[in-house]
């Protein structure tokens, strides 16, 4: 069922037709248009919007389900599961979050089931939900929400106003721009340097850790946009194969549930660890 | 691959999911678990406590056993005792009880037999008196001789 073999796509325009988003607009006249939308910020990938949206709302509905039937007694198969996924993520921010906040065990799981989902929409055969899109009359379909950057980067950028809201809550703004960002990681008072230098210190300070810390963020979404696109370039590079692709699917779908669990798992494991950086006095 | 509004529609949905999670999913769920767990840690204390006072009534129980097999011991003897003294009470008294009657018998048929000799003794003087007064009726004079009777029938 691969598209390529429909012969009028060349590799090259499968491949780019895999990778574009279905996009709605308005053009300088003031109509909606579809998929004309390059450059113009204020388009929104469709496709990435339903699908995250949709995945969200079944993990609410079905998390909200079982929380509403909850027992303390003996659990069904599905509470159980639901259990194991809580204990797990309560655990991990345990270990790692020592301070009072009621938001980061929420966020914790909010965050690695739905980016699990998310991801795990790669492991739908690269054609299927395209060529159904197709019958129905839409161009494009990109299933795959963390495959665009600017659904990890919303993301990531979320956990990035918490690190800066807690950083600035908890430490002052103080304690926070010049104990953290500036007296770090050269101390000048413990270096014994002279008053005068100081301020040479500390700007050298502050680049760097302001550089650190802009770094967060962007590590986190493009480490998860990264390893999901080049996931599925790879689903869409071995659908080019003919019959090949059979065992070859078979292997890197294998590989990838790995792949999918483990970001998935990294970008809870690490939003949890930024907030409570953003919660630690140094 | 630009970024466009895509970014700002998904950060509202992440804070829409990340509410109702923080709102409806986390604290009951939660909440449930830690019930569930001192429902456990409750239950596994209870059964502890149980089978230790089980250990502490079985304990009881033999003491309890052994004392109420001790008394029974005790009550059994002082039965026993009891029995032999009252048998050997009934013994002394029916063995003084006897005498006593034995030794009235005696005295009655002692009593009798001196009754008897006293009348069989005033009998042979009243024979003796009337034989010898038939004998000697002329010339003895009972009331003169009377002396001589009496001296008689003290010697019968």
Redesign the interface.
């Known amino acids: 069922m691969s598209m390529a073999s429909e012969g009028a796509q060349t590799s090259a325009e499968y491949i780019q037709h895999h990778?574009k988003n279905l996009?709605v607009?308005q053009n300088e006249t003031g109509d909606w248009i579809w998929n004309h939308?390059?450059?113009?910020?204020?388009?929104?990938?469709v496709d990435?919007?339903v699908f995250?949206?949709l995945l969200?709302l079944f993990?609410?509905v079905l998390?909200?389900r079982?929380?509403?039937n909850?027992?303390?007694?003996r659990p069904g198969k599905m509470q159980a599961f639901?259990?194991i996924v809580?204990?797990f993520v309560?655990d991990s921010v345990k270990g790692t979050f020592h301070g009072k906040n009621?938001?980061i065990?929420?966020?914790a799981?909010?965050v690695v089931t739905?980016v699990f989902m998310m991801n795990l929409m790669d492991l739908i055969p690269v054609d299927w939900l395209p060529f159904v899109a197709h019958a129905a009359g839409v161009e494009y379909l990109k299933v795959v929400?963390t495959t665009?950057?600017?659904?990890t980067?919303?993301?990531s950028?979320?956990v990035f106003v918490l690190i800066l809201f807690y950083s600035f809550k908890i430490k002052g703004i103080g304690g926070f721009v010049i104990g953290e960002l500036m007296m770090n990681p050269l101390n000048p008072r413990d270096l014994g340097v002279p008053k005068i230098f100081w301020p040479f210190v500390c700007a050298f300070n502050f680049i760097l850790e302001t550089v650190a810390l802009l770094a967060k963020p962007l590590s986190l979404s493009l480490r998860l946009f990264g390893n999901m696109y080049a996931g599925e370039l790879m689903f869409i590079l071995i659908a080019l194969l003919g019959f090949l692709q059979l065992p070859l699917h078979f292997g890197w779908a294998v590989f990838h549930i790995l792949i999918v669990t483990l970001q998935a798992y990294i970008f809870m494991m690490l939003t949890i660890v930024y907030l409570s950086q953003a919660h630690e006095a140094h | 691959m630009d970024l466009n509004a895509t970014l700002i529609g998904q950060t509202i949905a992440m804070i829409v999911f990340v509410w109702f999670c923080m709102k409806f999913v986390w604290p009951p769920l939660l909440g449930m678990i830690e019930e569930r767990q001192n429902e456990i840690s409750e239950g596994l204390a209870a059964a502890e406590k149980g089978s230790r006072s089980l250990e502490l009534a079985a304990v009881e129980k033999t003491k309890l056993l052994d004392e109420a097999r001790g008394q029974a011991r005790e009550i059994i003897d002082q039965a026993n005792n009891r029995a032999g003294t009252i048998v050997d009470e009934a013994r002394t008294t029916a063995d003084g009880e006897g005498e006593r009657i034995l030794a009235a018998a005696h005295a009655e048929v002692e009593q009798e037999v001196n009754r008897a000799r006293e009348e069989l003794r005033g009998q042979v003087a009243a024979i003796a008196v009337a034989g010898a007064e038939k004998i000697i009726s002329r010339e003895i004079n009972a009331s003169t001789h009377q002396d001589l009777l009496d001296q008689l029938a003290q010697e019968i």
């Open positions: 990778l996009q607009c939308c390059s450059g113009n910020f204020w388009a929104i990938n990435s919007m995250s949206v969200g993990l609410s998390f909200s079982i929380a509403k909850a027992t303390t007694g639901v259990e809580i204990e309560n009621a938001m065990a929420p966020l799981l909010t739905w929400p665009d950057p600017n659904i980067f919303a993301m950028l979320s």
